[in-house]
């Protein structure tokens, strides 16, 4: 990102404040009509996409080109175009209405600016894929079997990408994006600001620094904690793993499974309640379910997830002898104590989804009770130079995010359209042989292939449009469905080729990037196996009796620790390869909701751990130490 000269800088910063103060009025006191509030959200920050992200290596890092200004000029002009003649927009019919030239110069030229907005700041790979989904779009008449499609005009092609009010660029993708995503980002901006991110990761290191290994279990609670308030994998794994890596190093975790521990655990900030990724607000949006039942939902599998990764460390920490923390290096209680109100944003939040606030109020109301509360320490204090960096980092967030749900919008509309989506999802039905657990395999390989180059909200909203309708042919409930690929997008973070979370990790602990993506994959298998357990498991998304519920949380805890301990290869001491292969069997028989494959799953587990734990206490008994004390 370009360190910006004073005159641009201070236009940036102007254009930021307004941003802020547009949109938190907004969501309190509501917004414009969808055209007009989409238009005006997306005018007031892909411009600068241009203005603070080069295009090249060799472009200027101190000011904006002429082309980056032509490019900022062009995404103003076309946003504001629908804003100006929303009315009229508003009253035509796509495929019908004539579309006048301007529309189709603007839009064309709109959709290109998106695509190379998304090159420079999100991922070559998303925007090629945006591309090539264009691309198809005006060739399609070409394409055999189920991508044929019949031809669009240059003029019935940029109406798709342009101006509908449901999908395209100005869709409801945008539409999240003005009313929920930026005062979610603003909200979050907020806490980190007042040092609620500083508290969170305290808290953390008192509540596990005792523990055996406690390092890494500082980790895996800081980066769970502090990813509800970033809503970014990178931005937790640098914020927390500053701290938590190199402590983790010096307890005796190799730099290697440092970063690839801080990177596990860091991803699944976007999978845990209150405050998701956005992938979580675009879930509730098309499936049509209140957010407060999505954070809901999300709890046990999130539990879940962390559990895996907390045993994963447990078991190394046991392997290798790594001892708790020095007292002197945790955080002492009594401060903790003292600073214990920035629990209390997160509990407003939830008390406001829960007595029925929009999202958006719910955040509204939050931010001026977490404002009051940094007045309680003089040391938070919201001066004009954090507000000032309050709004400059909400604009660049939310820029990136409006520049992926642009590139997004317009694939989701191609593939509506074209009919691409649902043959695709015919295909991965009829490849799975009509079995539930082969086309959730396919479903997972589709999502891990799209996520190893594209961002999670794009990956996600990509193949939710191809793998819910594969899986509602199987009887999957929408929302499971849409979790399944959610939780798969979320996880391709560290997935190599391009595990981005994992090379961030990487730098900061000094170790080799692709190595950490493959060691990340292994301490986070345990979270691969999760979204499976929920699928064909329901209660897991409280779908049940609270008995049934709990019956099912245990013996799922109970497979998620078998499954850590098979791929780390210790539970009550060193385990043998025949025990290891017993203990990720039991666990795989887990995943299954069927009695029988429970009961093999239980009795697997339960005798690897009653081997495992006399081996361990006949190797103990011949111990020299032992035979001097009996």
Same mark, same amino acid.
């Given at each position: ?29 509501g ?9 005006? /959200? ?5 411009p ?19 082309? #980056? ?9 076309a ?6 003649y929303? #009315? ?8 019908f /209405? ?14 290109i600016?998106a ?7 999100i ?10 989904t ?28 342009y101006?509908p009010? #449901?999908?395209?660029?100005?869709g ?9 995503l ?18 969170l990761?305290d ?9 055996r ?13 502090? =990813? ?11 914020a927390t ?15 290697k499974?440092?970063a ?10 976007q ?28 709890v ?18 046991? %392997?290798?002898?790594? $001892? ?10 009594r401060?903790l104590?003292? /600073? ?10 939830v ?13 509204? /109301?939050?931010?001026?009770?977490t ?6 320490d ?5 001066n ?18 409006? *520049? ?14 074209? =009919?691409?989506?649902?043959?695709f ?44 309708y ?27 080729? #391009?595990a981005?979370?994992?090379f961030?990790?990487?730098?900061i ?12 994959? %292994? ?13 064909f498991?329901?209660?897991l ?16 805890v ?21 025990? $290891? ?19 093999? =799953?239980?009795?697997?587990g ?19 130490? *032992?035979?001097?004390?009996?």
């Amino acid at each position: 990102m370009r360190q910006l000269n004073r005159p641009w800088k201070v236009l940036i910063l102007v254009t930021a404040v307004i941003a802020a103060v547009f949109h938190y009025y907004c969501a309190g006191f509501g917004s414009p009509e969808p055209r007009t509030f989409r238009g005006l /959200h997306l005018s007031m920050l892909l411009p600068f996409v241009y203005l603070l992200y080069p295009a090249w290596k060799k472009s200027p890092r101190h000011r904006p080109s002429v082309i #980056d200004l032509s490019a900022a000029v062009l995404c103003l002009v076309a946003s504001l175009y629908t804003v100006f003649y929303a #009315d009229r927009l508003n009253q035509r019919f796509v495929g019908f /209405h004539a579309v006048r030239p301007e529309e189709v110069v603007l839009g064309g030229l709109l959709a290109i600016a998106a695509i190379e907005a998304c090159r420079r700041s999100i991922s070559k790979w998303f925007a090629a894929t945006v591309a090539v989904t264009l691309v198809y779009l005006m060739t399609c008449q070409y394409w055999p079997g189920m991508f044929h499609y019949k031809p669009f005009t240059i003029d019935r092609a940029v109406e798709i990408l342009y101006l509908p009010n #449901d999908e395209g660029i100005f869709g409801f993708l945008m539409g999240i994006s003005a009313e929920i995503l930026y005062i979610y980002i603003l909200f979050a901006a907020v806490l980190l600001q007042t040092g609620a991110g500083d508290f969170l990761i305290d808290f953390a290191g008192w509540a596990a620094g005792w523990a055996r290994g406690g390092a890494a279990k500082i980790a895996v609670i800081s980066s769970a904690l502090y =990813g509800t308030v970033s809503g970014s994998t990178v931005a937790n794994v640098y914020a927390t793993g500053s701290f938590t890596i190199p402590l983790m190093k010096r307890s005796g975790y190799t730099p290697k499974q440092s970063a690839a521990i801080e990177t596990v655990a860091g991803i699944g900030g976007q999978i845990m309640p209150p405050i998701m990724g956005a992938g979580s607000f675009i879930m509730s949006e098309v499936t049509g379910v209140p957010y407060f039942t999505i954070i809901k939902v999300a709890v046990i599998p999130a539990i879940l997830y962390y559990l895996g990764v907390f045993c994963m460390v447990h078991f190394i920490a046991l %392997k290798r002898g790594i $001892r708790p923390i020095e007292r002197s290096e945790r955080p002492a209680f009594r401060r903790l104590v003292r /600073h214990g109100y920035f629990f209390l944003p997160f509990l407003a939040v939830v008390g406001l989804l829960a007595y029925g606030y929009s999202p958006s109020k719910a955040a509204f /109301h939050t931010i001026w009770v977490t404002l009051l509360l940094s007045f309680l320490d003089r040391k938070t204090w919201l001066n004009p130079k954090k507000l000032l960096d309050i709004f400059f980092g909400s604009l660049v967030n939310c820029a990136l995010i409006a *520049a992926v749900l642009a590139g997004s919008g317009m694939v989701v509309g191609v593939l509506t359209r074209t =009919g691409v989506a649902l043959s695709f999802g015919s295909i991965l039905v009829s490849f799975s042989l009509n079995s539930l657990l082969l086309v959730l395999i396919l479903v997972f390989l589709v999502v891990s292939v799209l996520g190893t180059g594209i961002p999670t909200t794009a990956s996600y909203i990509i193949a939710v449009t191809v793998g819910a309708y594969a899986l509602s042919k199987f009887g999957v409930p929408a929302l499971a469905a849409h979790f399944f690929v959610f939780y798969y997008a979320v996880l391709a973070d560290m997935t190599p080729p #391009d595990a981005v979370t994992a090379f961030a990790a990487a730098n900061i602990a000094g170790a080799e990037p692709m190595a950490t993506g493959f060691e990340g994959f %292994k301490l986070g298998i345990a979270g691969f196996l999760v979204p499976f357990a929920f699928v064909f498991q329901p209660e897991l998304l409280l779908n049940g009796s609270p008995w049934q519920i709990a019956l099912t949380f245990a013996t799922t805890v109970f497979g998620v620790i078998c499954l850590s301990a098979g791929v780390i290869g210790h539970l009550f001491g060193p385990l043998r390869f025949v025990q $290891r292969t017993f203990l990720i069997a039991a666990a795989c028989f887990l995943v299954f909701s069927d009695e029988i494959y429970i009961i093999i =799953g239980i009795c697997a587990g339960l005798g690897t751990w009653v081997w495992s734990y006399l081996e361990s206490r006949s190797a103990a008994a011949g111990t020299p130490d *032992a035979r001097q004390e009996a």
